[in-house]
C-alpha cells in the first residue's frame, strides 16, 4: 500500500465522527495541507545540496563511443585514390580533484544551504501552525458572533414588542418604537456580515487543511491563565535568539555567503586533477587494413588562471558586497525576533489580564440589563433608551471576552513560535480549551 494511502487511512480511523478540534486540523494540515506540503518538498530539494556540494570532489568517470563511416579520396604522388573504410572505438576518462579551492567552497556551501533548508521548514512549519490557528479562531470568532447577535436581534425584536404595547396602553412613546426598530435593524445589519465573515473565514480554513468541517470545537465554558514558564522576559529573549528557526535560517544565509566570498577569491588559485583513461580503436584504409590501437594512460593535470578579463576580481568584490547585506539582514531578523517575543510576552500578560476584566464587565453588565429591564417595566426609572444600551453593551462585552481569549490563546502560540518551540505539545495544550461542539454550516 502507498505510505500516503497509509497515513490517510491512519488519520482517518483517529479522526471521530463528531467535530473537528485544532489537533486534527493540524494532523490534517500536514497530511493534504497546500502550504505545508510544499514546505515539505521545498526542504527535500534543500537536503540534496549536501550530497551536490560533495559531487565535486568526487571522481568524475566519463565514457564515450563513436562508430564512423568513412567515404572520400586521397590524392599521393600524382595518383587518386578512393577511401572507403569504418572507424569505431571507445574511451573512458576518469578525473579526481586533488586541490580545488573553488570545490571545496562548493562543498561547504552545499552543506549550509541543506541546513538554511531545514531552519527554512521549521519557521514554516510553525509559521503554518499560527495561521491554521488564526483561521480556525476565525472561524470561531464568526460563528459566536453569528449567535451574539442573533440573540441581540431577538431581544431588540422582544423590546420592540414592548414598546408597542406600552403604546397601546398609553403609557409610551412613537420615539421609543422608532429607537427600538433602528436598534433592531443595526442589528439585523450586523448578523448580515457576520454571516458574511463566517462564510470567509471558512473559505480561508480549507485553503489550510483541503476541506471544510461541518462543526469544529469551541472554547470551553471555563478558561484558565497559567503563568508563563518561564516567567520573565529576559529568558524568554535568551531562547528566542538561541532557538528561533528564522535567527537559523539568516545565520546560514550569511555563512553560505561568506563561503561565496571564499569560492570567488578562489578563482585566483590553481587547480590539480589526477587523470586516467583508456581508448580503444579500430579503423582500416588502404595502406592499412583492421588496424587496431588500445592504450590508456594516468597522469597529474594542473591549471593556471592567468587572467579573465578581471572577472574573478568582481565576482569577489559582488560577494563581499552581498556578505555584509547577509550580516546586516542577520541583525535586522535578531532585531525583529526579539521585538516579536518582547510583544506577544506583553499580549500574554496583559490578555490574561483582560479576559479575567472582560468577565467581569459581563457579569456587571448581565446585571445592569437586568435592573435596567425591571425599572423600564416597572416604570420612570429607566427609559427605552437605556434597555437598548444595556443590551448592546452586554453584547460588546461578550463578544469582546470570547475576542479576548481567542488573542490570549494566539499569543502564546506566536510566543513559542519565536523562540523556536512551537510543536504538537502546543497545539495539545491549546486544544485542551476546546470542547464543545459549534456546527459552522450556517
Not at 39 to 64: D, F, M, T, Y
Amino acid at each position: 500500500m502507498d505510505r500516503h494511502c497509509l497515513c490517510f487511512c491512519l488519520l482517518a480511523l483517529s479522526l471521530p465522527a463528531g467535530a473537528m478540534d485544532l489537533k486534527q486540523a493540524w494532523d490534517l494540515l500536514q497530511y493534504q495541507g497546500p502550504v505545508y506540503r510544499a514546505a515539505v518538498h521545498e526542504k527535500e530539494a534543500g537536503l540534496e545540496n549536501r550530497a551536490i556540494g560533495q559531487a565535486g570532489l568526487l571522481p568524475q568517470i566519463s565514457a564515450s563511443a563513436y562508430d564512423n563511416k568513412v567515404n572520400g579520396s586521397q590524392r599521393q604522388s600524382g595518383v587518386e585514390r578512393d577511401l572507403d573504410y569504418d572507424s569505431k572505438g571507445a574511451n573512458v576518462r576518469l578525473r579526481q580533484p586533488l586541490f580545488n579551492k573553488q570545490k571545496m567552497a562548493e562543498y561547504r556551501q552545499g552543506k549550509q544551504r541543506a541546513d538554511y533548508s531545514v531552519a527554512v521548514f521549521d519557521a514554516k512549519s510553525q509559521d503554518a501552525a499560527v495561521r491554521l490557528a488564526e483561521s480556525y479562531f476565525d472561524v470561531l470568532l464568526a460563528s459566536e458572533t453569528i449567535v451574539l447577535a442573533k440573540s441581540k436581534l431577538s431581544a431588540f425584536d422582544e423590546q420592540l414588542a414592548s414598546a408597542k404595547r406600552r403604546m397601546e396602553l398609553g403609557a409610551g412613546t412613537v420615539t421609543d418604537i422608532d429607537e427600538s426598530v433602528a436598534r433592531r435593524d443595526l442589528s439585523e445589519a450586523e448578523l448580515i456580515e457576520a454571516q458574511d465573515n463566517l462564510i470567509n473565514a471558512r473559505r480561508k480554513l480549507e485553503e489550510y487543511i483541503g476541506e471544510t468541517p461541518e462543526s469544529l470545537t469551541t472554547l470551553r465554558p471555563s478558561f484558565d491563565t497559567p503563568p508563563l514558564l518561564p516567567s520573565n522576559l529576559q529568558d524568554w529573549l535568551v531562547k528566542a535568539q538561541t532557538d528561533s528557526p528564522l535567527i537559523h535560517a539568516r545565520r546560514h544565509s550569511s555563512d553560505l555567503a561568506e563561503e561565496e566570498v571564499k569560492r570567488a577569491r578562489a578563482g585566483h588559485w590553481p587547480t590539480l586533477d589526477f587523470v586516467a583513461g583508456y581508448t580503444a580503436g579500430e579503423s582500416q584504409s588502404i595502406s592499412e587494413l583492421n588496424q587496431r590501437n588500445h592504450y590508456a594512460s594516468i597522469g597529474l593535470e594542473v591549471n593556471f588562471p592567468l587572467y579573465n578579463g578581471g572577472g574573478t576580481s568582481a565576482l569577489t568584490r559582488q560577494a563581499s558586497a552581498n556578505s555584509s547585506k547577509a550580516l546586516d539582514e542577520l541583525d535586522a531578523t535578531r532585531q525583529e525576533v526579539i521585538s516579536g517575543t518582547t510583544r506577544e510576552y506583553a499580549g500574554v500578560q496583559s490578555g490574561a489580564k483582560r479576559i479575567h476584566a472582560l468577565e467581569r464587565a459581563v457579569e456587571s453588565n448581565e446585571r445592569s440589563l437586568t435592573s435596567t429591564r425591571k425599572g423600564f417595566k416597572e416604570g420612570g426609572t429607566s427609559t427605552n433608551s437605556d434597555v437598548l444600551n444595556a443590551e448592546e453593551l452586554l453584547f460588546v462585552a461578550r463578544h469582546d471576552l470570547f475576542e479576548a481569549k481567542l488573542r490570549y490563546l494566539m499569543s502564546r502560540l506566536r510566543l513559542a513560535s519565536s523562540v523556536g518551540s512551537l510543536g504538537d505539545d502546543d497545539i495539545d495544550h491549546i486544544n485542551n480549551y476546546l470542547g464543545p461542539e459549534l456546527l459552522v454550516t450556517n
